[in-house]
């Protein structure tokens, strides 16, 4: 013989703590998912904002061929554009590494040179937004920083996984260089145990 098992029964209080449960779990992942969406908008809205400001600074600068040293960049202002081809990759570079600066673009790293100076300048991004095709790179891929006072080429040379703390990604350098630095690995859900760097080296036009 068998028996029909009988329905769970839970006492009312429980039942209106998993009604509300439920509700709350939704109204939660609404929430998120409205907040991604309103970043990502946010995003696309100051890339096209933050190009326009490169073309202006293009068109002021031929315009005028200042000899006058260049102001101090304030965070948040308009570097020039990043373009990797072979990746597909186009990002606005802006000063600083703030939060709110790498949620918009990439970020110049102000302890070190700008971008076309001597030295090793580092560039920083988030593996979830604009840097996650840095996944795809390879040696030898040209990098293309548009600035105000010109187009600097880079060529890729190494990429390697290293340490959060390690500081010789961005140790100074006799030549001009450029190093990105984004959280490894890419597909991780939560903080990044590693950084995965790229080093490149400015091409040097013939003489």
Known sequence: ??????????????????????????????????????????????????????????????????????????????????????????VAVLQGTNSRILRRGVGHIESTPFPGELGNSGIAGHRDTFFRGLKDIHTNDEINLQTATGLLRYKVDSMKVVPPDDGSILAPSSESALTLVTCYPFYLVGPA???????????RPPY
């Open 1 to 90: 013989m068998k028996f029909a098992a009988k329905p769970q029964r839970f006492p009312p209080r429980t039942k209106r703590v998993l009604h509300w449960s439920r509700h709350l779990l939704f109204i939660t992942g609404i929430l998120a998912l409205g907040f991604v969406g309103f970043t990502m908008l946010d995003a696309r809205l100051y890339q096209a904002s933050a190009m326009r400001s490169l073309d202006n600074q293009i068109r002021t600068e031929r315009q005028h061929q200042s000899t006058q040293p260049r102001p101090p960049a304030k965070q948040g202002d308009v570097l020039g554009r990043m373009d990797i081809p072979r990746l597909g990759l186009s």
């Open 193 to 203: 145990p590693k950084r995965f760097v790229v080093h490149a080296t400015r091409n």
